[in-house]
């Protein structure tokens, strides 16, 4: 079982920075591959990007590639987002989750979802 809480949301004009962490309890958190998914209003949640247990290996959706990173310490139990040139269009509940099965770019290999935390991005 893994227990996740994301926070560091807010508002930010566009092309500013925003960093988003997940707190992760639980001793396995180290076999975990670790993802944010993101949902807008009205829209599916969709993937972003996701690193495996080591921090050795990441991926990326192309919406997001050159501009975010995701990186993890494994000692603190800690997953982190670093936003970067945000676009209005990156307006989302930002949500991290755990699994141990592919694809990892799917949501329904997840089974633990932490509740998200909101961030807006004004043009």
């Known amino acids: 079982q893994v227990q996740l809480v994301e926070s560091g949301g807010g508002l930010v004009q566009a092309g500013g920075s925003l960093r988003l962490s997940c707190a992760a309890s639980g001793r396995t958190f180290n076999r975990y591959t670790m993802a944010w998914f993101r949902q807008a209003p009205g829209k599916e949640r969709e993937f972003v990007a996701d690193i495996s247990w080591t921090g050795g290996s990441t991926y990326y959706d192309d919406s997001v590639k050159g501009r975010f990173t995701i990186s993890r310490d494994n000692a603190k139990n800690m997953l982190y987002l670093q936003m970067n040139s945000l676009k209005p269009e990156d307006t989302a509940a930002y949500y991290c989750?755990?699994?141990?099965?592919?694809?990892?770019?799917?949501?329904?290999?997840?089974?633990?979802w932490g509740q998200g935390t909101q961030v807006m991005v004004s043009s």
């Open positions: 989750a755990a699994s141990q099965s592919r694809p990892y770019y799917e949501k329904s290999a997840y089974p633990y």
